[in-house]
């Protein structure tokens, strides 16, 4: 009805957008299936997975898309109509889109604790959340640069300005999906845990106590809030037979005790690292 590429690109985003927030529900739930025989350890990652397919619909179905048609009107100018028909869909838009994010900025706020925004968004494990946020970031940025572009081309009377704020959509999504894959992925490959559950178990040990030190230490990432840890520790040379096992169940039990997330815990004795 406008004529405007750049609403266009837009739609197409929302669209995906859409679609992508069925993917990651579908992600949460099968993620939430308790361990099985063919799953001993939980199918946690399975939110990973979908986090993943949502980056490449977003960088294909929302950036290239975008690029594409950006290009498209370019080569072949189309005249802007229906200005304030385009313009008030847009900031309505960008009312629900700017509405999402503060919600999710709020949320990452709450979780991110003593340490920086950024460094939140490289260290955590969310991936549903770091994507959610990602998307509605990039809607915000894109229907800004779609409502400018719809303004100079009212302004010039030259179409190429909405052709060049497509292109302009595109790239800001491509970017956003290229950073949010490579962030998904190394949580899919199988990445340690937050450094903090480290820390927390070795300050759990006392060198006079009956596990002495901790030789190793292992953690895997299985899945938002579920940690996979293996140590191996010294025990304290006083201990024999059965007061091994009772010192590393009380261990297992204070470390379970600080750190909930860890879902699975084994804890081997040995004499060297």
Partial sequence: MTGSGALLAESIHSAADCSNQVLLLIGTHEAAKPPSRQYP??????????????????????????????????????????????????????????????????????????????????????????????????AVVGLSLAIAALFMARLTGDSRWDSAGSVAIGVVLIVVAVFLAVEVKSLLLGERADEEIDRAVR?????????????????????????????????????????????INAFERRVRARCPEVRWLFVEPDIEA
């Fill in 203 to 247: 300050e759990l040990v006392q060198p006079d106590g009956p596990i002495s030190e901790i030789l190793s230490l292992l953690t895997l990432q299985q899945g938002p809030g579920e940690v996979l840890l293996a140590a191996k520790v010294r025990i304290a040379p006083s201990l024999q037979g059965d007061e091994v096992a009772h010192a």
């Fill in 41 to 138: 350890l939980g199918r946690g990652r399975e939110v990973y997975f979908w986090s993943f397919l949502v980056a490449l619909l977003l960088f294909s179905m929302g950036g290239m898309f975008s690029v594409y048609e950006g290009v498209h009107k370019l080569m072949s100018p189309e005249p802007v109509e229906r200005f304030f028909l385009g313009l008030g869909i847009l900031i309505f838009s960008f009312l629900l889109e700017g509405a999402a994010t503060v919600s999710n900025l709020r949320e990452v706020n709450r979780r991110r604790n003593n340490r920086t925004f950024f460094g939140y968004l490289r260290a955590t494990k969310d991936s549903d959340l770091i994507v959610v946020l990602g998307e509605n970031s990039a």
